[in-house]
């Protein structure tokens, strides 16, 4: 390179090295500036959305425990508990718990709010019918929610195919245990907004949820049907799964480069990760890196102009004694530089003058000189060619044998003359440790030592084509190692030797060895096993897989579609994505023979990887579990119905083992005593009762167990110490070869209270009847006496001064014996009336026709004067009193005759048969009675006409009733004013004719 040019690249580099250098520091200051600032953004988004998160789900759980602590919820929920399914109250329930509590809380950011029977897990109601009825028994936040507020992890439900993150309160009443647990699932879509939401500036900021499974919980900025469906695989997710918040630089789920900081949420066990792209956030840097370029490019053009200018003139008297040089080169030794100036140029030429003048001296033995520089250089470039020919021969060897992965080694005189750092690891000695130190011999197990030393003189002799010797080597550590060795005969420093290789193939062995187990596990497994390649095409399969699909040879089966298997063959598309998106499948399919018959198959598929984690296909494993499934849903279905019948017991259910641990329950026990589930299981029946109740039970449950059977009444005492009174049952039930006591207990407070009222009503009842006793024996003495003689002297007075007295006195006379008359038919009736419990004749079979005909004939005399026309159909035997019933009879026909209209009366008796009860109707076409006075009628001395007008003490029909209430019956009457009447009585059926 010429000086002017080397003096003005001095300049160049003079002039623009301090310029490059700053552009250098401001570039890297402002890109590490901006990335420093994007970690920090990061990092307070991530801070700020988890506290936006919690802040959102605390919110919305205690918005689920103020709905369940309303006064209405619980005691709605109690009612929705206990009422009937289907009952008015039920229903009633039901509907308001819906429409006034869990559809108007939707709105919030939860969804599908339901109530839980707080001991089977049932979903009682919900705002999302479709999960209605189902069982949540085993749900962690079924199981948690019935203590406390708990908001579960998200969950993937294959059911639903989605995430879902569960929200569980207790309803309670006061401090006791929970009535029912309420429950709902997050908004999803508005977690996912509010993680979304921010007022960065950069445009490519992503900020999304991942579960413990790395799947994505709310949907990413570039991405579109990721939740639930993608697993995150990255460097972000990998730490923050690891329970690690920070910021790293990696690639996202696009495989672009982010600055993403990554933040493990402990109580949402949710990892959060806000992501900005790289390129955007370096952009502003690399514009400042462009401006830079640009204004460096200006100046070194102008320090380059400035250079080539000032270098070309300070080079031209370099140039003139170059020119010199050269002409004193070609033997002018006359000739002498031009002097200009006293400076350093003009100094040099003077020097060179000089030289030229001492040259012309010497100038003689210049030819010899000459000659012998060029020989010694011809062979020292020989010698040096020589030299380097062979460290690079060597230099090229180390170079192979140092990067080798096998090792190598030079073998001389029985010693080990060189071994690469390979052959060092292999047997775990140092380098000074086996150089001139060990022999081969050294380094191979005694039982191979005899073998070896014939391969190596085999070698040695140059035997041609031998094949790897293959033989256990001894590590420094003791261990045996597998090796195979190759060998050929060199020469080395002028004496034969051996250059050779070994390979450790342990791994190899036991690889090969593990394989063959494989293959004999694989051929001989009772599971169908097969192979398919990333296709689905079937490439191999195992006898069992042969047996299982009824093919007789492989060929059969091999190169057909995973389709042909399956008996919905939509289903291989479903399966072979799912392996290509989770690695892995396990669930149940119907599989379709080769004759066309199926089954139900429960198989476990995953991927096969080759070493650089490329796909190479499928293989599954699969097994016939269609006895098991339908005798899984047979058990699923009578457990069912079983729980269903015993939660819907009016009592207390018990499974009692002979050790005295309850074994099952249902939920009224909990209910009723307070203890939770857990508890009951830990306490002993005769825990819940005290005193003398411990003994009468313990004494029933060991009458089960030697009697078979047995009942008891006690005091059962809760959790608060309150006593309620049982009947409690039980019986004796082997299952599976194991004695159990089964039975239930039902409260008998109500029954003991009726109990009690009854025996005061009996009291009440004997006083009564006392009192009713002395009533008509003093009606029927002391009163009708003095009637007696009222009418008898009244009479006697109207004989004797008959004709003294006016007409008015005889009037008044007739009055008062009238009058006196009628009161001792109103105590007749009334003595009657009063005497129908107390007196009546003890019941006995009779024959309702004959009762009729004894009425009949009592009221011959006014059927005929009235021109009555009694009909009637067969009437039926009962039990009864026969003096009453033809009272019954003769008080009903007597009214028709009584209260009839312009027409003959007509009268006619109906019977019909219910289940265990006769029907019989008394029909005529009198008058009639208003529909207002149907009740009115029955009651004692109830009129609805005057005496003038039809005659009588109002007592009749209530006398009707009475004797067919004291018969087990009722009577009720059908008329309209001018349509007749219907009266309707009903007669219990004797025991044989009771259906």
């Known amino acids: 390179m010429r000086f002017w040019i080397r003096l003005t690249l001095l300049f160049v580099l003079v002039g623009l090295f301090p310029l490059l250098l700053l552009g250098l520091f401001s570039y890297r200051g ?67 718990l819906l429409s006034d509590h869990l559809l108007p809380n939707r709105l919030s950011g939860i969804k599908d709010l339901s109530i839980l029977h707080p001991a089977t897990g049932q979903v009682l109601t919900s705002t999302n019918p479709v999960v209605e009825g189902t069982f949540r028994e085993s749900e962690p936040f079924f199981l948690h929610g019935r203590e406390q507020v708990f908001i579960d992890q998200p969950r993937y439900y294959v059911s639903q195919e989605r995430l879902q993150i569960h929200i ?16 709902c699932h997050l908004d999803l879509e508005e977690l996912g907004r509010i993680v979304r939401l921010t007022s960065g500036s950069h445009t490519s900021q992503d900020i999304y949820l991942i579960n413990l499974s790395a799947m994505f919980v709310t949907e990413p900025k570039f991405g579109k049907g990721f939740v639930a469906h993608r697993m995150l695989n990255t460097v972000g997710a990998d730490r923050v799964l690891a329970r690690e918040r920070g910021v790293e630089v990696y690639d996202d789920y696009r495989g672009i480069a982010v600055i993403g900081a990554f933040r493990w949420i402990e109580s949402l066990s949710l990892g959060l990760l806000v992501e900005t792209d790289w390129v955007e956030v370096v952009q502003p840097i690399r514009r400042l890196a462009n401006v830079l370029i640009a204004g460096g490019a200006f100046m070194g053009v102008l320090v380059l102009l400035v250079a080539v200018v000032f270098g070309r003139s300070s080079v031209r008297p370099i140039h003139r004694f170059i020119a010199g040089t050269a002409e004193v080169g070609r033997g002018n030794l006359n000739f002498r530089f ?35 520089v060029r020989a010694r250089t011809a062979a020292e470039a020989r010698l040096q060619e020589t030299v380097s020919a062979l460290r690079a021969s060597e230099t090229q060897f180390r170079l192979l044998t140092d990067a080798s992965p096998v090792g190598v080694f030079i073998f001389q005189d029985m010693i080990l003359k060189y071994v690469n750092p390979a052959f060092e690891i292999i ?45 256990t080597g001894v590590r420094k550590d003791g261990d045996s190692i597998f090796c195979e060795a190759l060998a050929t005969s060199i020469d080395y420093n002028g004496a034969p030797a051996l250059l050779g290789t070994i390979v450790d193939v342990t791994w190899r062995r036991q690889a090969e060895t593990e394989l063959r187990l494989k293959n004999r596990v694989y051929e001989g497994s009772i599971a169908a096993n097969s192979i398919m390649d990333v296709d689905g095409v079937i490439r191999h399969v195992n006898p069992s897989f042969l047996r299982l699909w009824g093919y007789e040879r492989d060929e059969e089966a091999v190169g057909k579609p995973i389709s042909a298997f399956l008996a919905d063959s939509d289903e291989a598309t479903s399966f072979l994505n799912s392996l290509q998106e989770e690695g892995e499948w396990t669930g149940d399919f119907t599989a379709l023979r080769q004759d066309g018959s199926t089954f139900i198959s429960n198989g476990h598929a995953s991927v096969i990887l080759s070493d650089a984690n490329e796909l190479l296909g499928y293989q599954s494993a699969n097994l016939d579990v269609t006895e098991q499934r339908l005798a899984t849903t047979r058990l699923r279905r009578a457990k069912e119905i079983t729980d269903s019948i015993i939660e819907s017991l009016p009592g207390v259910f018990y499974q009692i083992s002979k050790e005295g641990r309850f074994i099952r329950w249902n939920g009224t026990l909990e209910h009723v005593t307070g203890y939770s589930s857990d508890e009951i299981s830990k306490m002993h029946p005769l825990d819940f009762f005290r005193d003398e109740d411990v003994d009468n039970i313990e004494e029933a449950i060991r009458r089960v167990y030697t009697h078979g059977r047995a009942e008891a009444v006690a005091g059962f005492i809760n959790r608060w110490q309150e006593s309620t009174p049982y009947l409690f049952t039980g019986a004796l039930r082997t299952i599976d070869e194991v ?32 009192d009713l006793e002395q009533f008509a024996y003093v009606a029927s003495h002391d009163l009708q006496e003095p009637l007696r003689m009222v009418a008898s002297y009244t009479q006697l007075l109207e004989k004797r001064y008959k004709e003294q007295l006016d007409e008015d006195a005889r009037d008044f006379i007739h009055y008062a014996v009238d009058g006196a008359n009628r009161m001792q038919r109103l105590i007749n009736d009334l003595l009657t009336y009063s005497r129908v419990q107390t007196r009546g004749r003890p019941f006995d079979v009779l024959d309702l026709n004959r009762a009729l005909g004894i009425a009949r004939a009592n009221l ?43 027409h003959p009366p007509r009268i006619h008796l109906h019977t019909d048969e219910g289940a265990d009860m006769w029907k019989i109707s008394v029909a005529d076409n009198g008058i009639g009675i208003h529909p207002d006075f149907h009740d009115r009628i029955f009651e004692i001395f109830q009129r609805l006409h005057t005496r003038s007008e039809y005659p009588g003490t109002g007592i009749g029909l209530a006398l009707c009733r009475r004797i067919v209430e004291r018969h087990g019956g009722n009577i009720t009457v059908e008329s309209s004013e001018g349509q007749g009447t219907t009266f309707r009585f009903t007669l219990p059926k004797l025991d044989k004719e009771a259906s």
């Open 427 to 471: 047997f775990g000695y140092r380098p000074d440790e086996l150089v001139d130190r060990l022999s081969l011999m050294d380094l191979t197990h005694p039982d191979n030592r005899q073998h070896a030393h014939e391969y190596i003189s085999h070698c040695l002799a140059g035997t041609k084509d031998l094949p790897p010797f293959s033989y």
């Open 30 to 96: 402002g890109k590490d500036a901006l990335i420093e600032e994007a970690r920090s953004h990061a990092l307070s988004i991530s801070v700020l959305k988890e506290d936006a998160l919690l802040e959102w789900m605390e919110g919305n759980a205690a918005l689920l425990e103020s709905v369940a602590a309303r006064p209405l919820v619980v005691r709605l929920t109690e009612q929705l508990i206990h009422a009937k399914r289907g009952s008015d109250a039920w229903e009633t329930a039901y509907q308001e």
């Open 739 to 770: 004695p159990y006591l089964i039975g239930m207990g039902t409260d008998i407070s109500e029954l003991k209270e009726i109990e009690l009222q009854l025996r005061r009503s009996m009291d009440e009842l004997t006083r009564s009847n006392q």
């Open 338 to 372: 031009p002097i200009r100036g006293h400076g350093e140029v003009a100094q040099l030429g003077l020097s060179l003058n000089h030289m030229t003048e001492n040259l012309e001296a010497i100038t003689t033995s210049r030819d010899a000189l000459n000659r012998e």
């Open 168 to 183: 569980a309160a207790p309803i309670r009443l006061s401090e006791a245990a929970a009535i029912g647990v309420l429950t």
């Open 860 to 902: 011959a005399s006014a059927i005929n004067d009235s021109s009555s026309v009694v009909t009637h159909d067969e009437l039926p035997s009962v039990y009864g009193d026969e003096s009453q019933l033809v009272s019954l009879f003769q008080n009903l026909i007597s009214n028709a005759i009584k209260f009839r209209g312009e």
